[in-house]
């Protein structure tokens, strides 16, 4: 859908996660974030130049991009500033890309009603706000742009028990949760975790990728 795979802005970059696929692509990656920490952290590559920037406040040239991308951050920005500052940057025809994935599932539906617990009502109230637009599945944010058609997408992998406990610990909510609480919420669904599944025991899981694209018409 780029018509030229020249230049791309990868906008919230994180840890670079999604900019090191994107270089495999462009000749020239731009990827920002505001995280001081974060961009000190981020996996170099030799196309790829990163600097610390707010979304919606770049000091990219008018007119510099053929992809703009922001991978499970759309919903953190200040979408009018932020379309302002993607129809200053953008050349004609660029396309803009937004994604993110949602609650994961399993191959075990007594995990995921565990799961659906912990998420809704354990930590449920724990999450920042801006969290019900990825519940969403980002059909209430602002994407004025022109529409392009999509596919439906997801992430594969197999995780033993301790590694899906370790992925609820690294949530946003749970230490929340933790920092008001004084223990881990995890603390409540082990138990009944364990007999549902095995030490060592393998299952497959998925991440539900949700994926806006647009193109930025001058």
């Not at 670079?16 to 020239?28: D, M």
């Not at 979408?79 to 500052?85: I, L, N, P, S």
């Not at 549902?196 to 694209?213: A, D, N, Q, T």
Request: proline letters at 4%; aromatic letters at 14%; hydrophobic letters at 40%.
């Amino acid at each position: 859908m780029c018509k030229v795979q020249a230049r791309t802005w990868d906008c919230a970059t994180g840890n670079g996660q999604a900019a090191v696929l994107l270089a495999e692509h462009f000749k020239k990656v731009y990827a920002t974030d505001i995280s001081k920490t974060q961009i000190k952290n981020a996996a170099a590559k030799d196309n790829i130049d990163y600097s610390i920037s707010p979304a919606e406040n770049t000091l990219f040239a008018d007119n510099s991009f053929d992809l703009i991308t922001v991978a499970q951050a759309y919903h953190w920005i200040n979408w009018d500033h932020f379309r302002h500052e993607v129809m200053r940057v953008a050349k004609p025809g660029a396309v803009i890309a937004v994604w993110m994935y949602n609650l994961l599932s399993t191959d075990d539906k007594a995990v995921d009603e565990l799961l659906l617990d912990f998420y809704k009502n354990i930590v449920g109230p724990y999450w920042d706000a801006e969290r019900k637009y990825v519940d969403d599945n980002y059909t209430t944010v602002a994407f004025d742009y022109e529409l392009l058609p999509t596919q439906s997408f997801e992430i594969k992998a197999d995780w033993t028990r301790d590694h899906f406990l370790g992925y609820l610990t690294s949530w946003s909510a749970t230490k929340n949760f933790e920092k008001e609480q004084h223990y881990p919420p995890v603390d409540k669904i082990e138990t009944p975790l364990k007999a549902l599944w095995k030490s060592g025991e393998v299952k497959h899981i998925s991440f539900p990728i949700v994926l806006k694209l647009g193109r930025v018409v001058k």
